[in-house]
């Protein structure tokens, strides 16, 4: 089973704490390394102990660069 679970919110709020306790909880369930901690930025990832969205090796890696759009009405 794979869940994508997004957590934001303003500094000081207690995500970090909130994805500790979750993959703590999933970890204890389904075995180490069964959760991948993304973040947008370095330190950000540097907090939770996970990697950048960019960087994943869990098959996220987003990719960087100008977006291109197509009109979707006929």
Same mark, same amino acid.
């Not at 970090?16 to 973040?39: D, N, P």
């Given at each position: 089973?794979?869940?994508?679970?997004?957590?934001?919110?303003?500094?000081?709020?207690?995500?970090?704490?909130?994805?500790?306790?979750?993959?703590?909880?999933?970890?204890?369930?389904?075995?180490? /390394? @069964?959760? &991948?901690?993304?973040?947008?930025? #370095?330190? %950000?990832?540097? !907090?939770?102990? /996970? @990697?950048? &969205?960019?960087?994943?090796?869990? #098959?996220? %890696?987003?990719? !960087?660069?100008?977006?291109?759009?197509?009109?979707?009405?006929?």
């Amino acid at each position: 089973m794979k869940e994508l679970v997004i957590i934001s919110g303003k500094g000081g709020t207690g995500k970090s704490t909130t994805i500790h306790t979750i993959r703590h909880t999933i970890e204890q369930k389904y075995g180490v /390394g @069964s959760v &991948v901690l993304l973040a947008t930025t #370095g330190r %950000a990832a540097s !907090v939770i102990g /996970g @990697s950048t &969205v960019h960087s994943s090796k869990g #098959g996220l %890696a987003l990719p !960087v660069g100008r977006r291109q759009w197509s009109n979707l009405s006929n």
